[in-house]
């Protein structure tokens, strides 16, 4: 009976202790998925913005261009054919609208994911030093 008592015990420290090497390595790859995901979350946050700002900038160069046109009556030179980007220029800003949209939508879910693998990843350190700290008692 006593052999029996002693082996369940070493068969939880050993146990134990593979769980805890198994948590410090789960940790290390756990920092290093953070790392790559901030990475790609600061190229979002890049392409997120420069969608933006070519939409402003598409935006306020068509209105510009319309203007220019409108008040010189050059609208009457151009044939069908020519200069077919003022005809389908609110298209084209709905679709750059759009674009940037879903650029900051995914810009927000990669966020919302960064937040959630940080967060697992300090409740699994926590665990970890509860385990420890329950080992040490």
């Known amino acids: 009976m006593a052999k029996e008592n002693d082996l369940k015990e070493e068969l939880l420290k050993q146990m134990d202790r593979n769980s805890t090497e198994a948590t410090n390595q789960n940790a290390n790859s756990a920092w290093k998925i953070i790392e790559k995901h901030k ?18 900038l598409y935006a306020v160069a068509m209105h510009n261009l319309k203007v220019f046109l409108f008040n010189n009556e050059i609208e009457d030179v151009l044939t069908s054919n020519e200069f077919w980007l003022i005809r389908r220029s609110d298209t084209c800003l709905m679709v750059l609208i759009i674009i940037a949209v879903l650029l900051t939508f995914l810009l927000y879910s990669k966020s919302r994911t960064l937040t959630i693998l ?20």
């Open 39 to 56: 990475i790609q979350l600061k190229k979002f946050k890049w392409i997120a913005a420069i969608g933006w700002v070519i939409t402003i």
């Open 118 to 137: 940080q967060i697992s990843t300090r409740l699994a350190n926590i665990e970890e030093h509860l385990k420890k700290m329950a080992q040490d008692k």
